[in-house]
């Protein structure tokens, strides 16, 4: 049973519009949540964070909002450039997991950012 | 700055099998993770060493083992392959075990085929 979900296997976004990547999680005992994106033959980048003490985490272009009630956080990016084509992956942890080692995964979602 | 090597980078074996995959921790981290990527799916953690001890356990067979050594590198060891064994298996770094905080840091991976 899927404890993280990205329902959508791909996106494709014009450039310089913005992209919208869900996630939902199952699991209410998940109190950190993170976005990785991944290229070909490379591994998995750490892009951004939020707690569940929060429900916005900016960093650049880069924003993640968590909805806890609806178990719910999306990752938006704008303006999206074709450099961020890429598959995102949404990662969540809880308080008995011990430190960011053990991670629950989605199965990702592969955007592209078309010129 | 090194960042996380693994090695090989790609490897063949045969149903049952041995096979042990290396990784070097990003520079002053001393903390690895492993995780099994299997085609279209996220990473699933297997298990993570700190102070050349395996601290937590994902939900992997007693076929999946590991070691750290004392210069903080890592080893995966999968003993009597099955096909089903057939991913891309990452290793990731991190300063410390224990706090939430801590970026994971990825290396490119192992792809093993079990033919």
Known sequence: ?115 | DAGVTQSPTHLIKTRGQQVTLRCSPKSGHDTVSWYQQALGQGPQFIFQYYEEEERQRGNFPDRFSGHQFPNYSSELNVNALLLGDSALYLCASSLRWGLRDEKLFFGSGTQLSVL
């Open chain 1, 1 to 115: 049973d899927q404890q993280v979900k990205q329902n959508s296997p791909s996106l494709s976004v014009q450039e310089g519009r913005i992209s919208i990547l869900n996630c939902d999680y199952t699991n209410s005992m998940f109190d950190y949540f993170l976005w990785y994106k991944k290229y070909p033959a490379e591994g998995p980048t750490f892009l951004i964070s939020i707690s569940s003490i929060k429900d916005k985490n900016e960093d650049g272009r880069f924003t993640v909002f968590l909805n806890k009630s609806a178990k719910h956080l999306s990752l938006h990016i704008v303006p999206s450039q074709p450099g961020d084509s890429a598959v995102y992956f949404c990662a969540a942890s809880a308080p008995y997991g011990g430190s960011q080692g053990n991670l629950i995964f989605g199965k990702g979602t592969k955007l592209s950012v078309k010129p």
